[in-house]
């Protein structure tokens, strides 16, 4: 059974840093894209970072370019999103998601999803 467990999150100030991490098991990690994607109440889910299964490719949403970092640890099977600078702009609950293929953060092309972990930024 195809598993992801969305962690990490929690209520920050702005400015502070959070990492969520993405445990998985059921699959072989190594050669699936992870991505992690965020939804606000009364928003569309918003890509927001993937990378690839050998670490070689990375993408981020302009959004939060030079301000989050996605790595992998293949070892543990854990994917993990460095949030820094945080705005209240990111509050949103955050999933991780995982698929085959090329690194893209459209929502649609990935096949498992795990539950969220909110991320709340108060001012």
């Known amino acids: 059974e195809v598993q992801l467990q969305a962690s990490g999150g929690g209520w920050v100030q702005v400015g502070e840093s959070l990492r969520l991490s993405c445990t998985t098991s059921?699959?072989?990690?190594?050669?699936?894209?992870i991505a992690w994607f965020r939804q606000a109440p009364g928003k569309d889910p918003e890509g927001v970072s993937c990378i690839s299964g050998d670490e070689g490719t990375t993408s981020y949403a302009d959004s939060v370019k030079g301000r989050f970092t996605i790595s992998r640890d293949n070892a543990k099977n854990t994917v993990y999103l460095q949030m820094n600078s945080l705005k209240p702009e990111d509050t949103a609950v955050y999933y991780c998601?995982?698929?085959?293929?090329?690194?893209?953060?459209?929502?649609?092309?990935?096949?498992?999803w795990g539950q969220g972990t909110q991320v709340t930024v108060s001012s």
């Open positions: 998601a995982a698929k085959g293929g090329i690194c893209r953060i459209s929502p649609d092309e990935y096949d498992y």
């Open positions: 059921g699959f072989f990690f190594d050669d699936y894209v």
